[in-house]
């Protein structure tokens, strides 16, 4: 990357707290991150009253076609007026910390937390304090969403959040967008799913992620985390 484009990333996370650096990975490594994506075993997470609860895939396939309606009809309506979200997860941070990760992601997760990535982080953000990106897997299918909130969480000390875009091909009319929400009640700006695409957002910062369209011809691969100190 070039003094130009990197000057060019920290103007517009300086001024607006929200960038994308195009082509982070070499094109080999940003495929085989993609190809290894569509073969991971995900687990599906929402909301219920008592917080995040991870749905395991066994358990979904168990269901009959009614509880599943059942089960989807809730959580859209639930979405109306409180904090709510539905796609699948895979915690490549955690389980490369619990020693159990495939090698691939253990290696993306090295990765994220070597000096060349977080040291570069540090640099466009201006950031200091960064010394830790954690990370999951997730996966967007149609009807899957995440409502408006801002990413804050106490004692986390989340200082930006990102987005590694893993989906080779998407259109706009297929929803899935990173949607930065304004003061004035419209759309500040808004990040297609890019294949390769680090998209950084300043926490805290009102976004969301639109839901996928029923007609998208694609799954929302991407991994996503947290720029965090220690």
Known sequence: MSETQRQSIRDRLARTGRAQVIDLLSGDYAGHLASSAANVAFNTVTRRASGHVDLPAAWLASLEPAQKQGLGERVQAS???????LYDNH??????????ADAVWSELVAFLNGEAFLGLMRDLT???RITLADAQLTRFRPAHFLTEHDDSADGKQRYFAYVLGLTPRWRIDWGGLLAFHGDDGNVAEAFTPRFNALSLLKVPSPHSVTQVALSAGAHRYSVTGWLRGR
Request: hydrophobic letters at 25%.
């Open 79 to 85: 979405a109306t007026d409180t904090f709510q979200y």
């Open 126 to 128: 201006g950031e200091g």
């Open 91 to 100: 915690p490549i941070y955690d389980l490369d910390q619990a020693g159990q």
